[in-house]
């Protein structure tokens, strides 16, 4: 089994930068093998995609996000960060790690983190 746990400020002002950790215990075969994500959930809102980090280090971002994201990865401390720039009120969210994801229509993990809220404000 895999277990990950998201790490942060829960409070960031705006225009600043959003980072966030996500700390992966547990069976590392199984978690090295798979993509790792970032998603979050806006209040009253469903999921979205932040992007993800493959085995190689290879990332790909959500379009709407692509310029303020940057995802990377540690494998050898089975850590992987969020740096979300310029950030406004509109980031405020839960955030979430997660591996193993089929991202479509829905988005479909096999591993979460418990989530971490993340409120823009002044």
């Known amino acids: 089994q895999v277990q990950l746990q998201e790490s942060g400020p829960g409070l960031v002002k705006p225009s600043q930068t959003l980072s966030l950790t996500c700390t992966v215990s547990g069976n590392s075969d199984i978690a090295n093998y798979y993509y790792w994500y970032w998603i979050r959930q806006p209040p009253g809102k469903g999921l979205e995609w932040i992007g993800t980090?493959?085995?190689?280090?290879?990332?790909t971002y959500s379009p709407s996000l692509k310029s303020r994201t940057s995802i990377s990865r540690d494998t050898s401390k089975k850590q992987f960060t969020l740096q979300l720039t310029s950030v406004t009120p509109e980031d405020t969210a839960m955030y979430y790690c997660?591996?193993?994801?089929?991202?479509?229509?829905?988005?479909?993990?096999?591993?979460w983190g418990q989530g971490t809220q993340v409120t823009v404000s002044s």
């Open positions: 997660a591996i193993k994801c089929s991202i479509r229509t829905t988005i479909m993990c096999d591993w």
């Open positions: 980090i493959e085995n190689s280090g290879s990332t």
